[in-house]
């Protein structure tokens, strides 16, 4: 069976507004939310607005979410690090943030003692890499993070707006088990970016999935209302071997009807991997 998983704060109602933070409040409830929904693991966030109340910044709080994730058989496999989306590794003059490497560095510290597989960067929006000096220099940051990667064992996945001609050269020049991409399905809608080209480039590094549905040029819709063509998107990933997750992160629902909407977009992507030829 595949395995199917949800954004941490999509199984809560939004806080202040906001489409994705961490659920301060209700971050233990989303366990047992997770698990009434058939969800398979929780993909944790770390942002900087909360990060004094994240459980993941204390052993105390790691040892809770293992324990949570037992009892609940809802693993975490995977942080969203929103933390770098507004403390920026790479700043708009193209150059490498040493303070925040380091905070990176001790993130990947945390990972590790919770048992997570990889953390995805996000470099999109404030943090886009698609200026000529940023995108230059993601080399050199990966170049940096490796070693900290290899001693933690913790894989960093890349969740980018670069198109998938520029992304692919650097994947390649790296060429390391422990970078990989992560493709976010509604993203690359938003963007324009064909999958058939997109994930032809890139299959082969992919490490992560965001399912999630976009107009074109605009924001997050519910999954089939946008321009993500689906059935290609899963069809590929299949032929390129994909193996690993799927991570709901699709647009909000009703308040309160978060655990039905979570089951409902389950089995939206259920549906879709069934449907694959064998």
């Known amino acids: 069976m595949p395995v199917i998983g949800i954004m941490q704060g999509r199984l809560s109602p939004p806080r202040e507004g906001r489409i994705q933070s961490f659920p301060v409040e209700t971050w233990e409830e989303e366990f047992p939310?997770?698990?009434?929904?058939?969800?398979?693991?929780?993909?944790?966030?770390?942002?900087?607005?909360?990060?004094e109340r994240n459980p993941l910044a204390s052993d105390e709080g790691i040892a809770r979410i293992r324990e949570l994730a037992g009892t609940w058989s809802v693993g975490v496999h995977s942080i969203c690090a929103d933390y770098y989306m507004t403390e920026q590794l790479i700043d708009a003059?193209?150059?490498?943030?040493?303070?925040?490497?380091?905070?990176?560095a001790w993130l990947m510290g945390c990972a590790r003692r919770l048992g997570a597989r990889y953390i995805i960067l996000?470099?999109?929006?404030?943090?886009?890499?698609?200026?000529?000096?940023?995108?230059?220099a993601l080399k050199t940051l990966l170049e940096m993070i490796l070693p900290e990667a290899?001693?933690?064992?913790?894989?960093?996945?890349?969740?980018?707006?670069?198109?998938?001609?520029?992304?692919?050269?650097?994947?390649?020049?790296?060429?390391h088990r422990l970078i990989r991409a992560n493709y976010d399905i509604g993203n690359s809608a938003s963007l324009g970016y064909g999958p058939q080209r997109e994930l032809t480039l890139l299959g082969e590094y992919i490490g992560s999935v965001h399912?999630?549905?976009?107009?074109?040029?605009?924001?997050?819709?519910?999954?089939?209302?946008?321009?993500?063509?689906?059935?290609?998107?899963?069809?590929?990933?299949?032929?390129?071997?994909?193996?690993?997750?799927?991570?709901?992160?699709?647009?909000?629902?009703?308040?309160?009807?978060?655990?039905?909407l979570a089951a409902r977009n389950r089995m939206f992507v259920l549906g879709h991997l069934a449907s694959l030829p064998t």
């Open 33 to 51: 939310r997770a698990r009434e929904a058939g969800l398979d693991c929780i993909e944790w966030i770390y942002e900087k607005e909360t990060e």
């Open 93 to 104: 003059r193209g150059e490498v943030s040493r303070p925040n490497l380091r905070h990176l």
């Open 122 to 136: 996000p470099f999109v929006d404030a943090s886009s890499l698609r200026r000529v000096r940023r995108s230059a």
């Open 150 to 175: 290899e001693r933690s064992g913790i894989e960093i996945h890349l969740e980018t707006d670069l198109p998938p001609d520029t992304l692919i050269k650097v994947l390649r020049e790296i060429d």
């Open 211 to 260: 399912v999630k549905d976009r107009v074109l040029g605009g924001g997050s819709v519910p999954l089939g209302e946008g321009a993500a063509d689906f059935p290609l998107c899963f069809r590929l990933l299949a032929e390129s071997g994909y193996g690993g997750s799927y991570i709901l992160q699709a647009a909000r629902g009703a308040d309160g009807d978060e655990v039905g």
